[in-house]
């Protein structure tokens, strides 16, 4: 086994979310993981959603046109398409494997539909909180195609594509600049392969079993995270992460805690209840 070295804290599993069904958008049946009950946020993130079928009848009603305030969005395909088009006249269609990483800032009006009309549609949206100065910013996007994304070899049976932030071994992703300095992989592992990643102290982390199952911690002392699960990570500098009796995939995201109040409406997220009425005021009045 690789050992972090002496002064390093091994980040280990501190709590396992099996996420909770429902829907959203005009009915798009989805699990969320963070946003829920169980777990309202894990700051800086403020939602992570999961949705998977091969039935258009659970995705084909997207999210037609709403708005957001405050926060970024990060789609994450693993299968299918999604078109989106904003009202400053931004649009695309993301692919499986693209990312987009969203700055909505002061407000961006949008609308996420799927580009199919059946087939199988997977992937992640992920809400990450923006700190109180750069909660008006200018709306901003950094999307990417799967073949933009670098995939890292690593030895022995690991696979890393790094969406945003850097790895240990240099890998850079391309999604750049967003506040919070977040890490963002997608790790596929041969059956019993391991490694080894740091992870700022201060960043919130979470790793998210897509498939097969994964030990965090040490060789010896992993606990399971089990497919379709939410591992939250404690604080530390590095995390261990191992498959299990197969081949597993997971993402490992991470970005800085903000500590600030949170004050939530739907889709807008601020610090204060007077900037969630602005919000609404500044909505209803067509100033987004
Ligand atoms: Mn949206």
Redesign the pocket.
């Known amino acids: 086994m690789s050992s972090p070295s002496s002064d390093q804290v091994l980040r280990r599993l501190e709590r396992v979310i099996p996420g909770q069904s429902t829907s959203d958008g005009a009915g798009v049946r989805l699990t969320r993981y963070i946003g829920s009950q169980s777990l309202p946020e894990l700051d800086p993130f403020l939602l992570l959603d999961f949705f998977e079928s091969d039935d258009p009848d659970d995705y084909i009603a997207g ?1 037609p046109s ?1 708005p ?1 305030r405050g926060f970024e ?1 990060v789609t994450y395909l693993l299968a299918g398409k999604m078109r989106h088009e904003d009202n400053a006249g931004h649009g695309g269609v993301i692919e499986a494997g693209g990312i987009q990483w ?1 700055t909505a800032g002061r407000g961006i009006i ?1 609308s ?1 539909m799927p580009e199919q009309e059946n087939g199988r549609l997977a992937g992640f ?1 992920l809400w990450v909180n923006l700190p109180a100065k750069d909660k008006l910013c200018d709306p901003a996007y950094h999307e990417y195609p799967k073949a933009r994304i670098p995939a890292e070899h690593r030895a022995q049976g690991v696979d890393i594509n790094v969406i945003t932030g850097i790895t240990s071994q240099g890998t850079t992703g391309p999604v750049s600049g967003a506040v919070t300095r977040p890490l963002y992989l997608d790790i596929q592992l041969s059956c019993g392969a391991s490694f080894e990643e740091s992870i700022p102290k201060g960043h919130a982390s979470f790793v998210f079993v897509i498939e097969g199952e994964i030990a965090v911690g040490s060789d010896v002392e992993g606990q399971t995270v089990s497919a379709r699960q939410l591992g939250i990570l404690n604080a530390g500098d590095t995390v261990h992460i191992k498959a299990k009796d197969a081949e597993a995939r997971c993402l490992l995201v991470a970005a800085q805690a903000l500590g600030e109040p949170i004050a939530r409406y739907g ?1 807008f997220v601020m610090n204060t209840t007077a900037e969630i009425e602005q919000a609404i005021r500044d909505f209803n009045s067509g100033r987004f």
């Open positions: 999210f709403h957001h969005t969203m949008h996420e949206q889709p």
